[in-house]
C-alpha cells in the first residue's frame, strides 16, 4: 500500500473539481486491489474494486487506474462534492484473506 | 440489517486490566477480521477466522487473542492491556475479498 508516515497526505479540491487519489503499492504479487472511503468516527467502505487482469473500471462517479508496470493504482472521483470528504484507503490482497491497507488519504473538498 | 456491530464503542482501561471485544454480524459470513488503526497508519491485521472455530494471526497479534465459538461473533480479548494498545479496533467480515466493517472501538489504555 502507500508509504507509512505520521502524517496522513491530504488533497484539497473545489467542489465540483474532479480528484484523483494516488497509491503505490509494493508487492508485484498482489491481484487485487480495493479502494475504502472512510468518514470520521465511522468504519471503512467499499468504493470500488480491481483485478490484475484490469487497468481500469468504472462505477458512479469513481474511476479505478491500475498500472502493474509501476505498481500504481489511482481513484478518480468526477465532480467532487462536500459529501466525499473523507479519508480515502487503497488495499491489497495477494489471494487468502490478509488484506494490506495503505496509510490513507485524506480528501477536504472546498465548497 | 444491522450488518457488522461492534460492542462497545468506548472503553478506558487501566495498564494490566482485561477485557473483551465482541463483533457481531448478520450476514452469514465465513470471514470475519480484527484490525487496529493508529493516527497515521491504515489498518493492520491483529487476527482473523476463516469459519468457526477457526482463528489465525495477522500483522499485530502479540498481546491479542480470540475465539470464534459462533459463525456470527468474533471476540477480541486483551488479557493484560497496555498503553501501546491504546487505538480504535474496528471488526470487519467478507464472503469474498470485500470487507464490510463495524463502526469501530476507541480503546483507551491510561
Known amino acids: 500500500g502507500e508509504s507509512v508516515g505520521l502524517h496522513l497526505p491530504t488533497l484539497s479540491v473545489q467542489e465540483g473539481d474532479n480528484s484523483i487519489i494516488n497509491c503505490a503499492y509494493s508487492n508485484s504479487a498482489s491481484d487485487y486491489f480495493i479502494w475504502y472511503k472512510q468518514e470520521s468516527g465511522k468504519g471503512p467502505q467499499f468504493i470500488i474494486d480491481?483485478?490484475?487482469?484490469?487497468d481500469k473500471r468504472q462505477g458512479q462517479r469513481v474511476t479505478v487506474l491500475l498500472n502493474k508496470t509501476v505498481k500504481h493504482l489511482s481513484l478518480q472521483i468526477a465532480a467532487t462534492q462536500p459529501g466525499d470528504s473523507a479519508v480515502y484507503f487503497c488495499?491489497?490482497?495477494?489471494?487468502?484473506?490478509?488484506?494490506?491497507f495503505g496509510a490513507g488519504t485524506r480528501l477536504f473538498v472546498k465548497a | 440489517n444491522a450488518g457488522v456491530t461492534q460492542t462497545p464503542k468506548f472503553r478506558v482501561l487501566k495498564t494490566g486490566q482485561s477485557m473483551t471485544l465482541l463483533c457481531a454480524q448478520d450476514m452469514n459470513h465465513e470471514y470475519m477480521y480484527w484490525y487496529r488503526q493508529d493516527p497515521g497508519m491504515g489498518l493492520r491485521l491483529i487476527h482473523y477466522?476463516?469459519?468457526?472455530?477457526?482463528?489465525a494471526k495477522g500483522e499485530v497479534p502479540d498481546g491479542y487473542n480470540v475465539s470464534r465459538l459462533k459463525k456470527q461473533n468474533f471476540l477480541l480479548g486483551l488479557e493484560s492491556a497496555a498503553p501501546s494498545q491504546t487505538s480504535v479496533y474496528f471488526c470487519a467480515s467478507s464472503y469474498n475479498s470485500e470487507a464490510f466493517f463495524g463502526q469501530g472501538t476507541r480503546l483507551t489504555v491510561v
Open positions: 477466522s476463516v469459519g468457526e472455530g477457526t482463528t
Open positions: 488495499a491489497e490482497n495477494t489471494g487468502g484473506f490478509k488484506t494490506i
Open positions: 480491481i483485478r490484475s487482469n484490469m
